[in-house]
Nanobody
Framework: VQLVESGGGLAQPGGSLRLSCLASGFTFKNYDMSWYRQAPGKERELVST????????NFADSMKGRFTISRDNAKKALYLQMNSLKPEDTAVYYC?????????????WGQGTQVTVSS
C-alpha cells in the first residue's frame, strides 16, 4: 500500500499550490480520503475529507473558501487546491485513506509533503 503526495513547496502569501496524492495497493474507490496537516510544534489537524464517491465533502473552518478537495477514482488520485495561502498554512500535508467495516477500520497514511508559505 502506498500513498504518495506531491506538489508541496514554497509559495508566497496569497499564492496557490496544488497537492496530489497517488494511491496504490488498495481499492481506492472504496475509501474516504482526507488531507491532514501538521505545523511545527502543533498537533496534526484535519484539513478536509471527501467520501468515497466524492459526494460528501467536509472542511475545517479555517480553510473553507480557500481550499478545494477533489478525487479521481479512475486515476486513484486525491487533490488539494490551495488558494489565498497564508503563512499559517505552513505545514507538512498528509494524505489519509480510511475505510470502515463496522467497528474495524483500515487506515493508510502518506509520507507527507512540505508546504511553506513565506515572502
Amino acid at each position: 500500500v502506498q500513498l504518495v503526495e506531491s506538489g508541496g513547496g514554497l509559495a508566497q502569501p496569497g499564492g496557490s499550490l496544488r497537492l496530489s496524492c497517488l494511491a496504490s495497493g488498495f481499492t481506492f474507490k472504496n475509501y474516504d480520503m482526507s488531507w491532514y496537516r501538521q505545523a511545527p510544534g502543533k498537533e496534526r489537524e484535519l484539513v478536509s475529507t471527501i467520501n468515497s464517491d466524492g459526494g460528501n465533502i467536509n472542511f475545517a473552518d479555517s480553510m473553507k473558501g480557500r481550499f478545494t478537495i477533489s478525487r479521481d477514482n479512475a486515476k486513484k488520485a486525491l487533490y488539494l487546491q490551495m488558494n489565498s495561502l497564508k503563512p499559517e498554512d505552513t505545514a507538512v500535508y498528509y494524505c489519509h485513506a480510511r475505510r470502515n467495516w463496522g467497528t474495524v477500520s483500515s487506515v493508510y497514511w502518506g509520507q507527507g509533503t512540505q508546504v511553506t508559505v513565506s515572502s
